[in-house]
Structure formats: C-alpha cells, structure tokens
C-alpha cells in the first residue's frame, strides 16, 4: 500500500525489553571496554555535554560472521536501559529509486523521538559500498540512500543522543565519506574468540543445558579452534537435540563430540578448521616477527600475537609504533629484519618455508628499495634518484632519468640489504631457537600472547595458568532468547 512506502522497516525494541547485557558476551573484552563509553553516555549524556565533549555518533563493529556484533549492539543498549532499533543495509536496497532513502529518514524521525536510543544497522556495507565504482552504473538508489544516511548523521544536534552501531565484516570496502569525523569514526574489533574466550562463550551457553561431568568445556574449548560463538552456540543446541533424541536427561560429553563433528562438517564450515600443521607453522610465523621484534634495538615491540584467523590471514602480529618523524638507516633495517623473519623463523624451526604472507616480501622489498634510490641509504650511496617529474603529465610510465646500468645497481643494492636481514633473521632467530619453540608451543596452546608474555618467556620465566573467570553471579541475566520485536 501506498502509505507503507518509505516506511522503516526497523524493528524497535523498547526499554526494559532487552534482556542482553555485557554478561551475554564472552571473548572480546576489548570490544566491551571500548563500548562501555558509549554505555556511559547514554546514561549520563548531561556530564559529557557540561564538558564540551564531542560525542561518538556512530561506531563502526568490525568482525567475522558470528562474532557477536549483534548481540554487543544489544548488549549496548541493554546497559544503557534505552530503546534499540535494529535494520539490515539490505533493507534500504529496494528496486525503486527513492525507498532506501525514505526509509532512512523515517527511521531517524521515529529514533529522534526516543533519544537517547540505539541504531543498529547490521551489513552497513550493503548500502555503503564506495560510490561510483560500479560500471553499469545504476546505482542511483544507493547512492541516494548512502547520502541521505550522511545527511541524518549529520544533522544530530547536541541533546540528541541517538548513537547509531554499524556492523560489517569489511570495513576496506566502506565509503570514505561513511568513516570521516562525525560519522562512523570509530571502529570497534569483534574477532573470532581464543581458546580462553571460547570457553567462557560455552559457559554462558551451557548456562541452561543440562551437561553431565563427562562434559570439560575447557577441552571442547581447545578442540574447535576457528569457531565463533554462534558455532559455538549451536555446538550445544546440537549436543542437547542428540541428548533429547535419546531420550536422556543430561547432555555428556560423546554428545558434545559428535555435535562438534556435525557442526565441522557442515557444508560452509569445512575450511573453519585450520589444520593443526597449519596452525604450527603460523605460530612459528608470528613468533619469528615478534621476537625478532623483540630483540632488535630500533623495532616497534609487538603488543599481541595471534593464531586466530582474522579475514583472509591465518594469524598476526600487531606492533605498537613509536612516535618517530625520521626513521635512521639502523631502525629500516630492523623494520625490514622483523618483516622477513616470519619466514626466518619457519626455516629455523621446520627447514622449510611456506608461501603465505607474500606481503611481509613486498613490505621489505619497499622499504629497501626505497632507502636505496631516494634515501641515499645504500653502498651506492647517493645515487641523487629523484625522478624528475616536473614535464610529466601522467600518461604512460613516468620517465626514469636514470642509465640501464644504475637499474641494475639498485636492483642488486636492493637485493643485498634484503639478503643481509633475512640472514640477521635466520641468526637471531638461530641463537635463540629455544625461546622460538618455546613462544611456540604457548601461542599453539593460548593461541594469543601479549607483548608482556613474549618477554616473559624471552627472560626464561613461565606464563601464568590459561585462566577462565567465573561467569556472573547466578541472578544474572537470563540466557539470551529471541526477542519478538514490537512494531515499527
Ligand atoms: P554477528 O552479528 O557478529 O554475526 P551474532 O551476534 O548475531 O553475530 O551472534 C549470533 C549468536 O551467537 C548470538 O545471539 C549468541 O547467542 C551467539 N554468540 C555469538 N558471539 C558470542 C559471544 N561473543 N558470546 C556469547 N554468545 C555469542
Ligand atoms: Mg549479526
Ligand atoms: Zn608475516
């Protein structure tokens, strides 16, 4: 009917209808810690305003499929005790030019009203792909869409304390105008959990569930590596349907196993499983950056290694960069050592090397390069390189204004800083094998490790027991069931 056109299709929950708190989510503390922020100010929006303080309008929730990011948005608005609305990007997709938009704007007039609230629009990407790459063209409806977002995301005044959580599982492909100041302008990682927040999510799902002592949640815990808390979820619903089938009352441990299988081999989850040799030479990997990292004088330290596959990687190594204007020769070189020594530490520990991470390559091979013909930083000294540019105007190549002969001098000055640091790699990663398989064996167990723990180990003392925390008090919230949403 004509009067339902442009009508949000958002589904409202009121306050006091939402059940999910932060004790609902297990795994990712981070995320929490980041959102509790928004938790505070939309219960106390008057402090932040009596300081000036510019509030987040939008934060971006940045993870795989069944991460949570859903349930944290909830969880958001549970805390908060404010109304949450939620809609799908692929909602305000519709065929007819003029729809998505309308729905936007009706679904910020109703939200205004009851500010302070949450927006959750889940798969933002759907409606906020960057503009104009598309060929065909005929993107005149999303386009129109994504803009009439922008145009309610800037149009809050203070006093309005609408926040509006965004989900995607790639942010790379998001509109730039989306992510500027004042729109989406933080991000918040929701990743797949660790062997530790996977336990804690199979607590709070078994919180319910019948489970017999045959059942060690911390062992299911290390065997479904690569699972998220919605496989983990559905892990035990499997375990209790196979229990009920048989007409039992409690659910044990060869359910809970024969419910991991099940779930294992369902179609799309085949690959979910990184194979344990897999795992191992990624944990060589990681290790190898992050303790040559370590060790070498002018390198960022890592701040965490992981084995949980995030996007398109197996694993990473995240640094905390040092403030610096000027990087000096020795600190390239350091920076070009712990881009090759992943694979440094892979030949140290297995005698062979694997071709993932063709990138930490190019990182290396770039910045060499770089230092050879623009910084003067090589044996061929000042080589003066600078590509003259001044009468080029952009079609073709840009001229080089250097001889055959000085290409091959950079190639091979190019080539032998590479060469020196993969072998100060494989030397340093050689002398201190013992901490290598070490570091290993504990990110193959914890599957993450700290900066802290990496020199702990690294100073010969021992990792303190994987720890998992008791969940809540036991009148806590109840377990998270579906919500029936009130009308639009
Ligand atoms: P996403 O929105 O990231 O795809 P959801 O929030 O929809 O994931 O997760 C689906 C269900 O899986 C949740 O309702 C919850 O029951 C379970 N789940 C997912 N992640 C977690 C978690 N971190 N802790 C507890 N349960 C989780
Ligand atoms: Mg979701
Ligand atoms: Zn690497």
Excluded at 57 to 63: D, I, R, S, T
Excluded at 342 to 359: K, L, R, W, Y
Excluded at 377 to 404: E, K, V
Aim: glycine share 10%; charged share 25%; proline share 5%.
């Amino acid at each position: 009917a004509a009067s339902q056109f442009g009508k949000s299709k958002a589904a409202v929950i009121a306050e006091g209808q939402i059940k999910q708190t932060f004790a609902d989510v297990a795994g990712c503390d981070e995320a929490k810690q980041d959102l509790q922020e928004v938790v505070e100010f939309l219960r106390h929006p008057e402090r932040y305003h009596q300081l000036g303080a510019r509030i987040p309008h939008g934060v971006l929730l940045v993870g795989p499929p069944g991460s949570g990011k859903t349930l944290l948005a909830k969880a958001v608005a549970g805390e908060a005790k404010v109304p949450y609305y939620s809609i799908s990007g692929s909602d305000f997709v519709e065929m007819f030019v003029g729809v998505g938009a309308a729905r936007v704007r009706d679904l910020f007039e109703q939200a205004r009203k009851s500010a302070p609230c949450i927006v959750f629009i889940d798969e933002i990407d759907a409606v906020g792909r960057k503009r104009g790459v598309s060929l065909q063209g005929g993107n005149d409806e999303r386009e129109q869409t994504l803009n009439q977002l922008l145009v309610e995301m800037d149009g809050f005044g203070s006093g309005q304390e609408v926040i509006i959580l965004a989900a995607t599982n790639r942010p790379d492909v998001l509109d730039a105008a989306l992510l500027r100041p004042g729109r989406f302008d933080r991000q918040v990682v929701v990743d797949a959990p660790d062997v530790r927040g996977r336990e804690m999510v199979l607590r709070i799902h078994a919180r319910k569930k019948p489970l017999d002592a045959s059942v060690d949640l911390a062992l299911v815990a290390r065997r479904t590596a690569g699972m998220v808390g919605a496989d983990l979820e559905n892990l035990l619903n499997e375990a209790a349907l196979l229990a009920a089938r048989e007409g039992r009352t409690r659910i044990t441990g060869r359910d809970v196993d024969e419910a991991r299988d099940r779930v294992l081999m369902g179609p799309e989850r085949r690959s979910l499983v990184v194979r344990e040799a897999d795992r191992k030479v990624t944990a060589y990997h990681e290790v190898g950056h992050a303790l040559a990292a370590q060790l070498l004088p002018h390198a960022d330290k890592a701040h965490k290694l992981t084995i949980v596959p995030r996007g398109r990687s197996l694993g990473s190594a995240l640094y905390t960069p040092e403030d610096r204007m000027h990087h000096t020769r020795a600190a390239l070189l350091d920076l070009i050592c712990v881009a090759l020594a992943g694979h440094a530490a892979e030949d140290v520990a297995t005698g062979q090397i694997t071709t993932g991470a063709a990138n930490d390559f190019q990182k290396a091979t770039s910045i060499a390069r770089r230092m050879v013909t623009e910084w003067g930083m090589s044996g061929a000294g000042q080589l003066a390189l600078a590509q003259d540019s001044s009468n080029y105007l952009g079609f073709g190549p840009q001229p080089t204004n250097y001889s055959d002969h000085t290409a091959q001098t950079i190639d091979t000055e190019t080539a032998l800083i590479l060469n020196s640091q993969y072998d100060r790699a494989h030397a340093l990663l050689t002398e201190h094998a013992h901490v290598l398989h070490r570091l290993t064996d504990e990110l193959m167990i914890r599957e993450s490790l700290s900066g802290d723990d990496v020199r702990t180990v690294l100073a010969g003392g021992l990792l303190p027991d994987l720890e998992v925390p008791p969940l809540g008090s036991s009148d806590g919230p109840a377990p998270s069931g579906e919500l029936t949403p009130g009308p639009a």
